[in-house]
């Protein structure tokens, strides 16, 4: 069930209205309803991919009970880990990369002159959010061995913290610490909580359905059709895709985390306006917050972290950044965009500028930002958008004949939209969302943060007219990062 469908227009009003008017009295009933709502919202893509998640559940809340029975022996807790982490791990492996492997395979021995293509393909249908919820419950058992948490008994809230709808299927990926104590406490409704969480749905939508959506069509032309294009248009092309993706997937995050708090629930925050970055390591402080946080957390500290020698940290920061390509999707061109954010992070973090901009914003305590920042913002939203003709392409073959077509064709050429908009429209759209996004950059939790309410009712009436506008019914609604 997609966030921004008729489906789910219908599902999230019913749902909120049972859950505090008909079962908030009872803290348990409540997450019984939580868990049949949340199986219903999965299961309404396929129902058959509900017994993973089942059984994920399952498998780590039994772990955690061994892990912290065997807490004082060693071998034997770090046994039952590698337990959650096989069975998670393998999962993963066989639904997501069973048939990057199988491909893989069969190109190597191609090379080689043999085709076996007909004895070993093999295709496997990815389950939506794989990626997320097998994370989100290893974290956990995680948490367990390290004795940064105690285990629960509570099976039912277990549950409903794995499955838990606003956020199952592209996260925020969250650690049990935040959300399973928020599950297994009495929640109790506020208004101040909940019209935040609309605001934040509305503001999602609005970057899903006007900024993402819109942009879409255009970037799947130029990307398809790339050989065709001069220099100007394929420049245009990734650009567009940057805030494309940018779009699509923190669009996401603000509706799970709004939704979250129709409900009572507060939800770590995904993106904290990336694109003012005035280097690549804060970059990766704003970006997709929760799966940095896991990795540092469960592979990046585990390994040394920064705590070892210059070359065992240089090491461990590629490894992160491959792995992270990987997590991403089954396809060398994720893991060389992984690498890549690797060669432009290891300088800064050689320079010991890495959490040089942790704790402010560009422009802080100012209306506008200095010269020199806004040559930092631009360059690193020029890095990290170069990286993204990775990201976007299918094949690395495509990726570099794409950057060939730039280097070769570099000349200015008027794009044409096969939609048959203006692309002025386009440019005022981004223009007014950079804008706009610059002037909330202190605060990613409120978009509509004026004291004024004739300003807010504005804002309110431009963004569902937006909304209206740019809809399309012939248009792909689903989320970019739903096939990871």
Avoid at 241 to 265: C, E, H, N, R
Wanted: aromatic share 22%.
């Amino acid at each position: 069930m997609l966030f921004n469908s008729i489906e789910y227009l219908l599902f999230l009003p019913a749902v909120f209205s049972l859950y505090w008017f008909v079962f908030k009295k009872n803290v348990v009933v409540q997450n019984i309803f939580l868990i049949g709502a949340s199986y219903l919202f999965y299961g309404w893509w396929d129902w058959r991919f509900l017994l993973l998640i089942f059984l994920s559940t399952v498998v780590d809340f039994f772990v955690g009970q061994k892990i912290y029975q065997n807490i004082d022996v060693k071998k034997k807790a770090r046994y039952w880990l590698w337990v959650s982490m096989a069975f998670n791990i393998g999962m993963l492996g066989f639904f997501k990369y069973s048939n990057f492997f199988v491909d893989s395979f069969i190109d190597l021995f191609h090379t080689l002159g043999y085709d076996i293509k007909s004895t070993w393909t093999l295709k496997v249908i990815l389950p939506v959010g794989i990626s997320f919820y097998t994370f989100q419950t290893m974290s956990y058992s995680f948490d367990i061995y390290y004795k940064k948490l105690k285990p629960t008994r509570n099976f039912i809230a277990f549950t409903a913290f794995v499955s838990f709808f606003p956020q199952l299927v592209a996260g925020p990926i969250e650690r049990a610490s935040n959300l399973l104590s928020q599950i297994t406490n009495s929640r109790v409704f506020n208004y101040a909580q909940a019209s935040s969480g609309l605001k934040l749905i509305l503001w999602g939508l609005f970057k899903k359905m006007v900024i993402a959506d819109s942009l879409a069509p255009l970037v799947d032309d130029i990307f398809a059709n790339y050989g065709t294009y001069s220099a100007s248009t394929l420049i245009m092309g990734v650009c567009f895709f940057s805030f494309q993706v940018y779009g699509d997937f923190s669009g996401y995050s603000d509706i799970a985390i709004g939704t979250a708090k129709l409900f009572g629930i507060e939800l770590m925050s995904n993106f904290k306006f990336p694109n003012f970055s005035r280097n690549v390591a804060e970059y990766w402080q704003r970006w997709h917050v929760s799966l940095s946080t896991w990795f540092r957390h469960y592979l990046y500290i585990p390994m040394g972290g920064s705590r070892v020698s210059k070359l065992k940290s240089v090491r461990n920061i590629i490894v992160i950044f491959v792995i992270s390509g990987f997590w991403h999707g089954a396809n060398w061109t994720f893991i060389f965009w992984g690498a890549l954010h690797a060669v432009f992070y290891i300088p800064v973090f050689l320079m010991g500028r890495n959490r040089m901009y942790a704790h402010n914003v560009v422009g802080e305590n100012r209306l506008f930002p200095t010269p020199f920042e806004i040559f930092q913002v631009l360059l690193t939203f020029a890095l990290v958008t170069f990286s993204r003709i990775f990201f976007r392409s299918p094949t690395l073959t495509d990726s570099f004949q794409y950057i060939d077509q730039i280097i070769n064709n570099f000349t200015y050429e008027s794009y044409v939209n096969p939609m048959g908009y203006r692309m002025m429209d386009y440019y005022v759209l981004l223009a007014f969302f950079v804008i706009y996004e610059y002037l909330i950059r202190k605060d990613e939790r409120s978009p509509f943060k004026f004291k004024s309410k004739t300003v807010r009712f504005l804002l309110y009436t431009i963004i569902v007219l937006a909304m209206l506008l740019f809809y399309d019914d012939g248009v792909n609604r689903s989320f970019i990062y739903f096939q990871f």
